[in-house]
């Protein structure tokens, strides 16, 4: 077997305990969406024959929260620190003379010839979904990795969806008034640790790959394009080079979000591509849009990383903090504190308010509760909360845009306070058999 490099998507496939191979031939349009959705929940799925198109399609690479700590060489009691200590660790990114993804180089790409799926049917088109976006402020020097939605509008054109407080957008923004450009290159076909760094909630400025790097332990490599003063990782797939313009923008329609419904956001923004390079046997790189698991849990861990940072320094309890499926990976938080003092809780909840606009549901636990566990959650909040006491409810909050049910820009939002509270109980002991005779018996029952 070829000895893929550690930091190519093809070396996480590799490592994957199975992989589903498909072999018989799909239909961009909405076949890989289906098998996608069929198998959400379980091992990465290779698409060897795509319908028109010489290219594999690959997805469902970190659909689940065991899958995603794997993915970064940890498990779940590892994921969250792990995070946190890249971005505080992050590593520049090395600059290496050429990288397998500008094998076979082109000039003003045609999208039809990549294997772009069509998801979902109210949409208007097919989408780009894995494409981790890099650019720079020409103003600072630094860079930017993010993801964005791509929806092709023929030839080498392209509708962005970024919202306006996006830092692509805000780049953008800023080069216009300077009366710059903003070059972009669209990486598709990355290793799950760039894509989950692309996610990270961080300072406008702070490189996202270089967090990446630390999450390898070793900096990315990466090559300059072709036609833009940028550096992409030498071992994704494929890249696209283009420039994304402010100043046009096209209606899009109606598009999927991650709580599953769909959402019209109206104009967006348009990027036109000079150029592409590509692997020779490239694989294309889907992430199943909506409320999947692999896009839930990109959002999830990242957010709740950010989370963790944040209230490090105003939660002197805290535990962990868990972003959740259940919640669309963007809408309900639940925080873990360890022996939380009078207030701790309250405190907690308004802390993750003010840091991540879209929660808008927030769930404390004792340090004993996993928070990641819904169950273990419900059942805290069952034998914990006293609704007269424990709930919090803040009316007419600023709403995401993203948010399914803000009328009006704002939103009410949800503390839940599910401590325990010694006035409630005299004896909070858990109900079990000694831990001797247990770990005895999980010994001989071979746990």
């Given amino acids: 077997m ?3 490099h550690p930091q190519s998507m093809r070396a996480f496939l590799d490592a994957a305990d199975s992989v589903v191979r498909i072999d018989e031939a799909v239909d961009p349009a909405f076949e890989i969406a289906a098998c996608l959705s069929h198998l ?23 659909t ?16 969250q620190d792990k995070l946190v200590t890249a971005v505080g660790n992050a590593l520049a990114p090395a600059l290496v003379s050429e990288g397998p993804c500008q094998e076979v180089i082109s000039g003003d790409p045609d999208l039809a010839g990549l294997p772009i799926p069509g998801f979902f049917e109210e949409e208007t088109g097919p989408y780009i979904t894995a494409g981790a976006i890099i650019a720079r402020d020409t ?23 970024i919202a306006p407080n996006h830092h692509l957008a805000v780049l953008a923004r800023a080069a216009r008034d300077r009366g710059e450009r903003l070059d972009v290159a669209v990486t598709i076909g990355n290793h799950p640790a760039v894509m989950i760094a692309a996610c990270l909630y961080l300072g406008l400025g702070d490189d996202e790959l270089a967090v990446a790097g630390a999450l390898f332990g070793e900096p990315i ?27 046009e923008t096209v209606e899009e329609g109606p598009v999927s979000e991650f709580h599953g419904m769909y959402e019209r956001y109206g104009a967006g923004y348009v990027v036109t591509f000079g150029a592409m390079t590509r692997r020779k046997d490239a ?15 990109l959002g999830a861990v990242a957010i709740a990383a950010g989370l963790a940072r944040s209230l490090k320094g105003k939660v002197a309890s805290l535990a962990e903090v868990a ?8 809408l309900h938080a639940v925080i ?32 004993d509760v996993d928070p990641w566990d819904a169950v273990a959650v419900e059942h805290a909040v069952a034998n914990h909360m006293r609704p007269d006491r424990d709930l919090i409810v803040v009316p007419g909050v600023q709403a995401d845009r993203a948010e399914p049910l803000e009328q009006g820009g704002v939103i009410s939002k949800l503390g839940i306070d599910a401590t325990r509270h010694n006035e409630d109980r005299a004896d909070w002991t858990p109900a079990r058999p000694p831990a001797d005779v247990m770990e005895r018996m999980r010994a001989k029952l071979k746990l």
């Fill in 221 to 247: 490599e990466v090559v300059p394009c072709q036609t833009a003063d940028l550096y992409v990782p030498a071992h994704c797939e494929i890249v696209l080079e283009g420039v994304l313009d402010p100043d």
């Fill in 336 to 367: 873990s504190l360890n022996e939380p003092r009078p207030g701790a809780a309250r405190k907690a909840i308004f802390a993750v308010w003010g840091a991540v606009n879209l929660i808008k549901q927030v769930t404390v636990v004792e340090g």
């Fill in 323 to 330: 972003v959740t499926h259940g919640g669309a990976g963007r």
């Fill in 2 to 4: 070829t000895q893929h």
């Fill in 283 to 297: 694989i294309y790189q889907a992430v199943l849009p909506g409320y999947a698991g692999e896009h839930i849990y």
């Fill in 64 to 79: 689940t929260l065991d899958a995603v700590a794997s993915a970064l060489s940890t498990d779940r009691a590892g994921l």
């Fill in 40 to 62: 959400d929940g379980g091992p990465p799925v290779v698409f060897e024959n795509v319908a028109g198109h010489d290219l594999r399609v690959t997805g469902n690479h970190v």
């Fill in 139 to 161: 103003l600072t020097g630094r860079a930017n990795l993010s993801i964005a939605r791509l929806k092709p509008l023929g030839g080498n054109r392209a509708f962005i969806g």
